[in-house]
T-cell receptor, first 116, second 112 residues
Framework: GAVVSQHPSWVICKSGTSVKIECRSLDFQATTMFWYRQFPKQSLMLMATSNEGSKATYEQGVEKDKFLINHASLTLSTLTVTSAHPEDSSFYIC????????????FGEGSWLTVV | DQQVKQNSPSLSVQEGRISILNCDYTNSMFDYFLWYKKYPAEGPTFLISISSIKDKNEDGRFTVFLNKSAKHLSLHIVPSQPGDSAVYFCAASDQGAQKLVFGQGTRLTINP
């Protein structure tokens, strides 16, 4: 079964609104979580690295004020897409690093965001 | 700057034959390589990995080969099965950074 869960799996929102995606590690504590974005027929692109209790580290070209990442606990990280626009429509995937499993990275199931 | 490249966007193989997926990388700091399988609208699932201290790792039908001098790795699936049809991503990391850099993916189709 899944060890990293994302919610929601699918979300449709109106342009200009904000949407939050949750990423939970189900049976382990994840000090580090990663957020990726995948556009159709393209690779998974790392957006940011999230460490529990500290600010996320964003990759070049990713707007930190638009993609708010919170990692308030060892089992939950959230990605909020603020003032979403149609070009933000994408597949967002999180992953969590399990230190106790030899630094194994587990991926969530992904969340489809469609902005209309 | 694409540090990890999968130059074949798609591959079609007959059931029972060998599937070979290729991946090239440019960053010599990468020391850990992984292959993931992905179905549409799902997150990637881990298949197999290899450390740079090895040149081969085998797990059942899956074998990954690493050629460090050529900065090339490949995934062999034998025998190929219809359930293997998916998009395969190779990924690389500098373990100190723990971040994964993904290739563009190769869509593998296994024909009955």
């Amino acid at each position: 079964g899944a060890v990293v869960s994302q919610h929601p799996s699918w979300v449709i929102c109106k342009s200009g609104t904000s949407v939050k995606i949750e990423c939970r590690s189900l049976d382990f504590q994840a000090t580090t979580m990663f957020w990726y974005r995948q556009f159709p027929k393209q690779s998974l692109m790392l957006m940011a690295t999230s460490n529990e209790g500290s600010k996320a580290t964003y990759e070049q070209g990713v707007e930190k004020d638009k993609f708010l990442i919170n990692h308030a606990s060892l089992t939950l990280s959230t990605l909020t897409v603020t003032s979403a626009h149609p070009e933000d429509s994408s597949f967002y995937i999180c992953s969590a690093l399990s230190f106790y499993s030899g630094n194994t990275i587990y991926f969530g199931e992904g969340s489809w965001l469609t902005v209309v | 700057d694409q540090q990890v490249k999968q130059n074949s966007p798609s591959l079609s193989v007959q059931e029972g034959r060998i599937s070979i997926l290729n991946c090239d990388y440019t960053n010599s700091m990468f020391d850990y390589f992984l292959w993931y399988k992905k179905y549409p609208a799902e997150g990637p699932t881990f298949l197999i990995s290899i450390s740079s201290i090895k040149d081969k790792n085998e797990d059942g039908r899956f074998t990954v080969f690493l050629n460090k001098s050529a900065k090339h790795l490949s995934l062999h699936i034998v025998p190929s099965q219809p359930g293997d049809s998916a998009v395969y991503f190779c990924a690389a990391s500098d373990q100190g950074a723990q971040k994964l850099v993904f290739g563009q993916g190769t869509r593998l189709t296994i024909n009955p």
